[in-house]
Structures are given as C-alpha cells and as structure tokens.
T-cell receptor, first 115, second 111 residues
Framework: DAGVIQSPRHEVTEMGQEVTLRCKPI?????LFWYRQTMMRGLELLIY????????DSGMPEDRFSAKMPNASFSTLKIQPSEPRDSAVYFC?????????????FGPGTRLTVT | KQEVTQIPAALSVPEGENLVLNCSFT??????LQWFRQDPGKGLTSLLL?????REQTSGRLNASLDKSSGRSTLYIAASQPGDSATYLC??????????FGAGTRLFVKA
C-alpha cells in the first residue's frame, strides 16, 4: 500500500481565498483523522470520521473550516475564507478498527501558507 | 481535561549513549499510548503502540514503557545514532479515537 496520500504538499494562497486539502487513506482503514500542527499549539485533532461519517468535530476551530468524506477513499478539508493564522501543516491520518484502538498512520502533510 | 507533557523539550547526546524520553499524562483513563517520530518537514512515523493493558513494547533499539497509575511513559533508545535525530512525540488515546499529543522532545545525536 502507498500509505496515506495527501495533496497538495505545499499550498500558498492569499487571505480570503478558498483552500481545499485532500486525503486518501490507506485502503481498508475505516477511521480518518485531520490534524493541524503549529509551533504555538503543537499537533491538534480537528475532526475524525468513522465509515465516512464525522464522529467528532469539536477540534474544528471555526465555521470557516469544513471537512467531508464522500467515500471510503477520499476526504477533503476546506477553509473558506482563509486567514494568515490558518498557516500550518495539516496532516491526515487513518486507522483500522482492529482489536482495540489501532495505530494511526500519518500522511506527509500539507504545508499551508496564507499571506 | 487530558494534558500530555514531554520532558525534556530538547536533548543533545553523543553517539552511542543510551537515553530516556519522558511523557506524562494527567488522566490515567487512557485507551492506548503511541510514540511517534517526526523528521523536519515530514510526517509522523509510528514507533510503538502500547495498549492500556500492556506495560511495555519493544522494537529493535527502542523500548517504551507505560505506567497508567502514575500517568507516565518512557521511551528508551539504546546505543543512539545520528540517524535517531528527530522530534519524538507521545500521543495518548482517550477513547473514541480522540488523541492528545505532547509537544515533543527534539533529539540531536552528535557523531
């Protein structure tokens, strides 16, 4: 398996523009997570899905952020409108159910810069 | 509210030294604990996963222990090498797949 795939790897955009980040989880994994990493706040869980259904979105910072998972192999995280404070590295991770909580496998991340 | 703390924040050691990274958490009601490695500009690589019923896990030169009652975990790295230089993150799963990460320990192993 190719692992968790994220695109784009880097995104530079201007304040006010819409940004869409994409993630393809590992095939067979039924949990998908979106994280944000900044120097100030470290790694934070934004939202996670189970079987394509959002389970906990309490980490989503504002209504400007939205996430969808239309099928088992694809998820998006959208920011509209973007602001400079959204600049961060956004990671997607996936996991399977397994016996108890299983390991999370992370993608390489998308480095977002909002100017 | 679960909080995860990692000490030290940074560590520099000579090659060949054995070292211990520490992780503490405030709520002992955890599902599991995972140690990750992060290289600069890259994603996270899972090193070891310890379920709440386990005391330790080993992989090669790495050994992770878990003491739920005291809210502590340690990652032991034997015979450190320059290639071990990275940031090491501790993450606690509090159930429902909600994971809380520590701020990490930046490790530099000098050749």
């Amino acid at each position: 398996d190719a692992g968790v795939i994220q695109s784009p790897r880097h995104e530079v955009t201007e304040m006010g523009q819409e940004v869409t980040l994409r993630c393809k989880p590992i095939s067979g994994h039924d949990y998908l997570f979106w994280y944000r990493q900044t120097m100030m706040r470290g790694l934070e869980l934004l939202i996670y899905f189970n079987n394509n259904v959002p389970i906990d979105d309490s980490g989503m910072p504002e209504d400007r952020f939205s996430a969808k998972m239309p099928n088992a192999s694809f998820s998006t995280l959208k920011i509209q409108p973007s602001e400079p404070r959204d600049s961060a590295v956004y990671f997607c991770a996936s996991s399977d159910t397994g016996q108890g909580a299983s390991e999370q496998y992370f993608g390489p991340g998308t480095r977002l810069t909002v100017t | 509210k679960q909080e995860v703390t990692q000490i030290p924040a940074a560590l520099s050691v000579p090659e060949g030294e054995n070292l211990v990274l520490n992780c503490s958490f405030t709520d002992s009601a955890i599902y599991n604990l995972q140690w990750f490695r992060q290289d600069p500009g890259k994603g996270l690589t899972s090193l070891l996963l310890i379920q709440s019923s386990q005391r330790e896990q080993t992989s090669g030169r790495l050994n992770a222990s878990l003491d739920k009652s005291s809210g502590r975990s340690t990652l032991y790295i034997a015979a450190s090498q320059p290639g071990d230089s990275a940031t090491y993150l501790c993450a606690v799963n509090t159930g429902g797949f909600k994971t809380i990460f520590g701020a990490g320990t930046r490790l530099f192993v000098k050749a």
